[in-house]
């Protein structure tokens, strides 16, 4: 069975490889910039500690001083000094794709 997307985004014009691996570069810098943009902004927000900012389209808001606690099995299984058997058998092997995109030096 292919992986291939079944439909393209309406933002999709590439017609060769070098075409879509440029298209991507660009999206994945404007996305860069977008989530900069954003923290920037959520920033502000909390720096003027406000709580609720409602707006003609959206309502923001911001809780402070949440705490979460996560134990670290890891750490805890290290300390218990288990055998390399019963850490293999409790061991998950994964595979997956990873795509790594850089620019293009001129």
């Given at each position: 069975m292919s992986n291939l997307p079944t439909s393209s985004p309406r933002f999709f014009d590439a017609t060769d490889d070098g075409a879509v691996a440029d298209?991507?570069?660009?999206?994945?810098?404007?996305?860069?910039?977008?989530?900069?943009?954003?923290?920037?902004?959520?920033?502000?927000?909390?720096?003027?500690?406000v709580v609720e900012a409602e707006g003609a389209l959206f309502r923001v808001r911001i809780t402070y001083d949440i705490e979460s606690r996560r134990t670290?099995?890891?750490?805890?299984?290290?300390?218990?000094?288990?055998?390399?058997?019963?850490?293999?058998?409790?061991?998950?092997?994964?595979?997956?794709?990873?795509v790594l995109v850089t620019a293009k030096r001129k």
């Open positions: 298209q991507l570069g660009a999206l994945r810098a404007e996305i860069d910039t977008l989530k900069k943009a954003a923290e920037f902004l959520e920033d502000l927000l909390k720096h003027k500690r670290s099995w890891k750490d805890v299984a290290a300390k218990l000094n288990p055998s390399r058997q019963l850490v293999q058998a409790h061991t998950k092997v994964s595979v997956s794709d990873r």
